[in-house]
């Protein structure tokens, strides 16, 4: 993987993220990890993170803008808090960030190496030189500002950076990983992500071998021959860069239909209603918990065990937990902290042995898998959202500059509806009843009855 693989163009934005979704997020990019490390191990997070596209969909399922480059700095801050407490006993550590914080990567990785033993030099070394190829040997226009360096106690590491061109209002992002890098200088990167604009310098280019061998020569051989060779070179073209997989952002803020294949929503609606009764009436009896929340499960299991060519339409993610500009709809704080709730303790109890509750989530993302081929119907995209945006109080829906409905710590709420399209299915909330009935948690409050999302009739 050591290569570039794919390109996509991200509008620029600005603003901060706000406290009650920064915290939020946090904790949802330490449980995500975690069950990531679990199943797949440490290497598997750093490929992860090296991926344009599951980079993009983890920051969207996690409330951010969908489309935005804020994505970027939100995904690489959240998980430096949220990993900050258990990166020792997690094996991961993230260093760096943006501005301020990007220049004390140095500092922060000869910190790690006198806590772990890893080699800082070596990691230093490499943190410079990426630096250096994006800034200076890939000349792109666009201006580094955000430098994030994420390194397992096993010395495997993967950069994400992204430099911005003020002008065009355009966000590039440049991903790279250690596992399988030959050459600093020569095809490093994992994947560069920004927008297409026309032939650009890139001396990281396979290529482009001979034209850095050349410049060394020149350096070494003095200046007339230099200014012979840009003489004879001045009308010759430069190299033409390589056809890429280029994921294309657009400008609007709003999520459409035509941004998301929406089978694979409606699949995912499908497997939340079949495994929901089945898996977490008896596995997660969490007081509170309910169609909506397992319908944003589902949308997590996909981020923690979906292969990469399942984010190739990374708004679709958004539909879990919205987003904080109010797109596609306000982040349902209720079901946010439902959610967070299931994967922690999900997750502590696969630490300790029991890996039931995770296996069920798991369960999720592979029955939307099987179903995404299957004949299915359900609501179209804009009901989706209209119900979603019609419930957001009862969701304890939040965007940035607006507060939807009641959601200060402690307040009343209503019970959520059913998410659209759903219908009542009697056996199976017969069954959940009764289960509710007889499973209390340690406080001696009943667990609430599981509503089932379902799908209208195709």
């Known amino acids: 993987m050591g290569r570039r693989s794919g390109s996509a163009d991200l509008p620029l934005h600005g603003g901060r993220v706000p406290h009650w979704l920064g915290s939020r997020m946090a904790r949802m990019g330490r449980v995500v990890s975690e069950a990531i490390v679990h199943h797949y191990g440490r290497d598997e997070l750093l490929r992860r993170l090296a991926h344009p596209f599951w980079f993009q969909s983890f920051g969207a399922v996690m409330g951010m803008d969908w489309h935005s480059s804020g994505i970027t700095?939100?995904?690489?801050?959240?998980?430096?808090?949220?990993?900050?407490?258990?990166?020792?006993?997690?094996?991961?550590?993230?260093?760096?960030?943006?501005?301020?914080?990007?220049?004390?990567?140095?500092?922060?990785?000869?910190?790690?190496?006198?806590?772990?033993?890893?080699?800082?030099?070596?990691?230093c070394h490499a943190s410079r030189l990426v630096a250096k190829v994006d800034s200076a040997a890939l000349q792109d226009h666009f201006q580094l500002y955000l430098h994030g360096f994420v390194v397992s106690e096993s010395g495997e590491w993967v950069v994400v950076q992204?430099?911005?061109?003020?002008?065009?209002?355009?966000?590039?992002?440049?991903?790279?990983?250690?596992?399988g890098l030959e050459s600093f200088v020569e095809a490093p990167h994992s994947a560069i992500e920004g927008p297409h604009q026309g032939e650009i310098v890139n001396l990281t280019?396979?290529?482009?071998?001979?034209s850095r061998r050349g410049q060394l020569e020149l350096?070494?051989?003095?200046?007339?021959?230099?200014?012979?060779?840009?003489?004879?070179?001045?009308?010759?073209?430069?190299?033409?860069?390589?056809?890429?997989?280029?994921?294309?952002?657009?400008?609007?803020?709003?999520?459409?239909?035509?941004?998301?294949?929406?089978?694979?929503?409606?699949?995912?609606?499908?497997?939340?209603?079949?495994?929901?009764?089945?898996?977490?009436?008896?596995?997660?009896?969490?007081?509170?918990?309910?169609?909506?929340?397992?319908?944003?499960?589902a949308t997590v299991s996909e981020?923690?065990?979906?292969?990469?060519?399942?984010?190739?339409?990374?708004?679709?993610?958004?539909?879990?937990?919205?987003?904080?500009?109010?797109?596609?709809?306000?982040?349902?704080l209720h079901v946010y902290d439902e959610t967070l709730?299931?994967?922690?303790?999900?997750?502590?109890?696969?630490?300790?042995?029991?890996d039931e509750r995770l296996a069920a989530i798991r369960e999720l993302d592979r029955q939307a898998r099987l179903l995404e081929g299957a004949s299915i119907g359900g609501p179209s995209f804009d009901e989706f959202v209209e119900s979603e945006r019609r419930h957001a109080a009862a969701y304890g829906g939040m965007t940035v500059g607006t507060t939807v409905g009641t959601t200060m710590?402690?307040?009343?709420?209503?019970?959520?509806?059913?998410?659209?399209?759903?219908?009542?299915r009697p056996d199976d909330t017969k069954n959940a009843q009764d289960k509710n009935k007889k499973g209390r948690d340690a406080s001696g409050q009943v667990g609430s009855q599981l509503s089932l999302p379902g799908l209208t009739d195709p």
């Open 219 to 297: 350096a070494q051989e003095g200046p007339d021959r230099v200014v012979a060779t840009l003489r004879r070179l001045r009308e010759a073209p430069l190299p033409r860069p390589e056809a890429l997989p280029h994921l294309q952002l657009p400008a609007h803020h709003d999520l459409r239909a035509s941004d998301l294949l929406l089978r694979r929503l409606h699949a995912t609606l499908a497997a939340a209603a079949q495994r929901g009764p089945v898996d977490f009436a008896e596995l997660l009896l969490t007081p509170g918990l309910g169609a909506r929340s397992v319908l944003a499960l």
């Open 409 to 424: 710590k402690g307040a009343s709420r209503p019970a959520p509806p059913d998410p659209p399209g759903s219908r009542r």
């Open 341 to 354: 709730a299931v994967l922690r303790s999900a997750v502590d109890r696969a630490r300790m042995g029991n």
């Open 73 to 123: 700095t939100s995904v690489i801050g959240a998980l430096k808090r949220g990993l900050a407490p258990v990166s020792h006993e997690l094996g991961v550590h993230v260093c760096g960030g943006r501005g301020r914080h990007s220049r004390k990567t140095p500092a922060e990785l000869r910190a790690l190496g006198e806590a772990t033993g890893l080699d800082a030099d070596s990691l």
């Open 205 to 210: 280019d396979r290529r482009a071998e001979a």
């Open 162 to 179: 992204q430099g911005m061109n003020t002008d065009r209002r355009q966000a590039r992002r440049y991903h790279w990983l250690s596992e």
């Open 303 to 332: 981020v923690i065990h979906g292969a990469p060519c399942r984010f190739s339409d990374p708004g679709r993610f958004s539909t879990a937990l919205g987003g904080k500009d109010g797109h596609p709809f306000p982040v349902p």
